[in-house]
């Protein structure tokens, strides 16, 4: 009996032990789903790629097709309606601390579109100055001009009893009293967009700088001379 017993003991072999499947190192599901992000913003990124390469190719076409030109904007006209250059008293005439001008002038400008597509000027301030000291300003709205068209704009400078001291006080006696005639000179940036199929072009910077005399007794210009330069900003 003891030796069945052993026997049925030992007979049975080792305890069996549940068994583990083999694991081979799959990926996990957080690491597929990063490279499908990946994936897609790579995917992305070609696309925002091949759409810019897209719209600067449709720029480079219309601009060689419409060959766009620089705009012109020039000062056409200059009427004097009153200019008077009084010094604080006779008295100090000779040498004056002060002088007082009275201005009232038009300006009359040319805006020239030598393009096939329409433009679209920005508003604009011309300084009027005499010998570096601004005197006022002269306003032109913001518009838009046709294809292959000119339009004239007009704006008013109205300088009621400016005071000018010191040097400038003395010259600006002698030129009126003397020379009759006195010298201002006009500058401003005229900022335009050229207008194709509904898109605007970077800002096209039309630089305006005229040099005026007037003659206080014929209350008339007697001289102008512009120079107008444009540069891409």
Do not use: W
Request: hydrophobic content about 45%; aromatic content about 8%; charged content about 15%.
């Amino acid at each position: 009996m003891t030796t069945g017993s052993n026997g049925d003991h030992y007979g049975h072999g080792p305890p069996s032990y549940p068994q583990r499947r083999p694991h081979y190192g799959g990926a996990s599901p957080s690491y597929g789903s990063s490279a499908s992000f990946r994936g897609c913003c790579c995917c992305i990124f070609m696309l925002v790629i091949f759409l810019a390469l897209l719209a600067l190719a449709v720029a480079l076409v219309v601009i060689l097709a419409v060959k766009p030109r620089k705009p012109q904007f020039d000062l056409n006209q200059v009427s004097v309606q009153y200019l008077l250059v009084a010094p604080p008293s006779q008295a100090a005439a000779a040498v004056p601390a002060a002088a007082y001008l009275s201005l009232n002038i038009t300006l009359l400008f040319t805006a020239v579109n030598p393009n096939k597509v329409g433009i679209r000027y920005g508003a604009t301030a011309f300084d009027v100055m005499y010998h570096g000291v601004p005197l006022g300003v002269a306003a032109v709205p913001g518009f838009e001009q046709p294809a292959h068209s000119t339009r004239l704009l007009q704006t008013r400078v109205v300088v009621d009893r400016f005071n000018v001291l010191q040097s400038d006080a003395q010259d600006l006696v002698r030129d009126a009293a003397l020379n009759d005639r006195v010298e201002l000179r006009i500058t401003g940036d005229v900022a335009a967009k050229i207008l194709v199929l509904g898109f605007s072009s970077p800002k096209v910077q039309v630089s305006v700088d005229c040099a005026i005399a007037i003659s206080p007794r014929r209350q008339s210009v007697t001289y102008k001379q512009c120079g107008v330069d444009g540069l891409s900003v």
